[in-house]
């Protein structure tokens, strides 16, 4: 596990009106399944953190004690520096979507907006106002009078926005909002949730499985697994820096290839001596060494020990499937330029890049 | 290139869609055959029935308003009405007592508490007529096992009045209203709380915003079956109470059997005709609730 402070907030707007949010040795068990083993995790204001993981790590449990929708067994929970396990979920001035919209069907577009402000006791042209102001945010101008079954699935979500955004809250907490839409719509909200969270700079966390969506989203990503922050880093940095071979091997496409330890730190595979990242097991332990695609080079050599299997073109980059005489299956992501020469039955050498590289134990694979 | 001769492709399958459509029609034949047999002929002669006056003298027929008239009169009005009462009273008790029970069900969350109470809410429902008679009697009869236990006919209870028909009614409309309204009741989300919650409502606004504005067709909807129920019921009522509570349903009975004057078979027509009137408006209320429920709890 690594350190999970904040970074400084970027790209929100000045007026952000973000708080900051801590979750700070959250325990929570249903029965004898332990959900999240003290968890934690804090929020910078304004900042949009994405939770990741696998079913069953604990990321919708951490969401829905934040919201107020679960209660944690030990541990607390901080907002604006207030601890707020006590405060029921409708007096926490938080803003949530959830992954099935959960508009109300009795209500239009901009009667669901406008509920929170009338259940504060707004008056019906200030809902109106605000709920018209609103949905032309997330782009359903002219939609006020439509009920929820008059709406396409991803308006629906947009509605369902736009009612969060409604109350000014403190936190905004989404749950898997895009994952019941198709993958056109989803980019679409993807970037709209992501424009207007910048504009508002509420402090958002954000649940979600894909891992796309988590790393072309978050300012943060945390990798969660069996109720446990695995880390917690920008994008990039998780992708190229992962502190653990969970969190490798779960974000991006990862090789495994088996190595042994050697003197020094290093560890042999493919036939090259690679420094190990962090502390290495003892010498002549057998392990796998953690390897992405982009840091294979494949270069054509007919006395070469492996043999392209497949060629899937990308666009400028060609990934292609090897297969050693080892009987190891290999990924290897090339500039398409250069695969041209690369096509399947092609002898091949495999040359793994010069950084550190991740180790794991060999019979601990995922 | 010459033009394709080879038709389009599209064509075919509405061709094909219509074919299976027609042939889809002979699998709907025996229940229209039912309908017609069961409901359509009945439903005919009745009408036509209640229009024909019997002339006592010559036994001779003819058209006339006479039975329908006499049917919304008198003693058959008193009946009518009495049986829109005890209908209403119960339709409505059944569906705030079966919506409170089945909210309960749904609250407690124990799927063996649930299979429980609808397996004997089904039981339940069905257990009505005679056989319920002779229950509620032995049990809250003058001389009923709880009537001398609990010494009730100090307190003036009767069994045999119109409270005792609302409460041997209540027994199959209780159960019958739970397991009518629990789908509904399963179909309120908890994320729908959960939202209102998020929006800032209480638990009481969210059901007076949304738990209850969704559910009202469907309670609406439940006390119009409940209301049809209660208002064609005989067996219990006839065993119970027989003429001493004026109901339509016992009217018809005695009207048709001859039990207080003979010949009046077309007047007993009249009598159910207005039933079906009552009955083809209960109906019209409910299409569109249920419509509109289904719509939302989807």
């Known amino acids: 596990m690594t350190s999970n402070a904040p970074i400084a907030k970027r790209r929100t707007a000045p007026d952000a009106t973000g708080v900051p949010v801590t979750l700070r040795g959250v ?16 929020f910078a204001p304004g900042e949009l953190v994405a939770l990741l993981g696998p079913s069953g790590c604990g990321k919708t449990t951490a969401l829905r004690i ?18 707020v396990a006590d405060v029921p979920a409708n007096r926490r001035d938080i803003g949530m979507v959830f992954q099935s919209y959960s508009l109300f069907p009795n209500m239009t577009a901009a009667e669901n907006v406008g509920y929170g402000m009338r259940v ?49 809250p403190r936190v905004l907490l989404f749950d898997e909002p895009l994952s019941a839409l198709d993958a056109k719509v989803r980019l679409q909200l993807r970037e709209e949730i992501r424009r207007i969270q910048l504009e508002s700079g509420i402090t958002t966390v954000f649940v979600t499985h894909d891992q796309e969506e988590a790393l072309s989203l978050a300012d943060r990503v945390a990798v969660m697994r069996d109720g446990r922050l695995e880390q917690c880093a920008p994008p990039a940095e998780l992708y190229a820096r992962p502190a653990t071979p969970f969190v490798a091997e779960f974000v991006g496409t990862m090789n495994r290839i088996p190595g042994t330890v050697r003197g020094g730190g290093e560890v042999e595979a493919l036939g090259r001596r690679l420094p190990v990242h962090g502390s290495a097991p003892a010498e002549g332990t057998e392990v ?3 390897l992405r695609p982009e840091e294979i080079a494949v270069r054509a050599a007919a006395d070469g020990t492996a043999t392209v299997q497949v060629a899937t073109f990308l666009g400028g980059l060609t990934r292609l499937g090897l297969r050693t005489e080892a009987g190891l299956e290999v990924k290897a992501d090339l500039p398409s330029r250069e695969a041209a020469a690369l096509a399947p039955g092609a002898r091949c050498t495999l040359v793994p890049h010069d950084g550190a590289v991740l180790v794991a134990d060999r019979s601990a694979a995922g | 290139m010459p033009a394709s001769t080879t038709p389009p492709a599209t064509p075919i399958l509405p061709r094909v869609n219509r ?10 034949v025996p229940f229209f055959a039912f309908l017609a047999v069961c409901f ?23 058209p006339g308003l006479d039975n329908v008239s006499t049917a919304l009169s008198g003693a058959y009005a008193t009946g009518l009405l009495g049986s829109v009462r005890l209908s209403l009273l119960t339709a409505v008790l059944a569906t705030v007592l079966g919506a409170v029970i089945a909210q309960a069900v749904v609250n407690s969350r124990r799927s063996a508490l649930r299979k429980a109470i609808v397996s004997a809410s089904g039981v339940f429902a069905n ?33 045999y009045t119109f409270t005792g028909l609302v409460l041997a009614y209540l027994y199959f409309m ?25 929006c800032g409502a209480t638990r009481g606004q969210f059901w007076r915003h949304v738990g209850l504005p969704v559910l009202t067709p469907s309670l609406l909807g439940g006390a119009v079956l409940m209301f049809g129920t209660a208002f064609a019921s005989h067996a219990t009522a006839a065993v119970m109470t027989g003429s001493s509570v004026p109901l339509i349903t016992i009217q018809i009975a005695n009207a048709l059997s001859g039990n207080v004057l003979v010949g009046q078979e077309n007047l007993a027509l009249a009598m159910s005709l207005n039933m079906v009137v009552i009955a083809l408006l209960v109906i019209a209320v409910q299409i569109p609730l249920q419509r509109r429920s289904n719509r939302w709890l989807a």
């Not at chain 1, 325990?27 to 804090?42: C, E, Q, S, V, Y």
């Not at chain 2, 209780?174 to 729908?192: E, F, K, N, S, Y």
């Open chain 1, 27 to 42: 325990r929570r068990a249903f029965g004898r399944t332990t959900a999240l083993d003290g968890l934690d995790l804090d």
């Open chain 1, 66 to 83: 934040l919201a107020g929708f679960e209660t944690a067994d030990e541990g607390e929970v901080l907002m604006d520096g207030e601890d």
């Open chain 1, 120 to 168: 504060r006791g707004a008056g019906r042209r200030e809902r109106r106002e605000r709920a018209a102001e609103l949905l032309a945010l997330v782009g359903l101008p002219g939609r006020e009078g439509h009920y929820p079954h008059q709406l396409s699935g991803g308006q629906q979500q947009r509605v369902a926005l736009a009612r969060a955004l409604a109350v000014r």
């Open chain 1, 288 to 290: 796998d060494v953690l």
């Open chain 2, 19 to 28: 074919r299976l459509r027609r042939m889809r029609w002979p699998a709907v």
């Open chain 2, 40 to 62: 359509g002929i009945p439903a005919g002669t009745l009408a036509y029935q209640a229009f024909m006056v019997v002339d006592p003298a010559t036994g001779e027929s003819s």
């Open chain 2, 127 to 159: 257990f009505s007529g005679a056989p319920l008679a002779f229950a509620f009697i032995a049990t809250l009869g003058t001389t009923g096992t709880v009537t001398r236990l609990l010494d009730l006919s100090r307190t003036g209870f009767s069994l």
């Open chain 2, 174 to 198: 209780v159960p019958l209203m739970v397991v009518t309204i629990l789908p509904a009741l399963d179909g309120i989300r908890v994320q729908w709380r959960e939202a209102a919650a998020s």
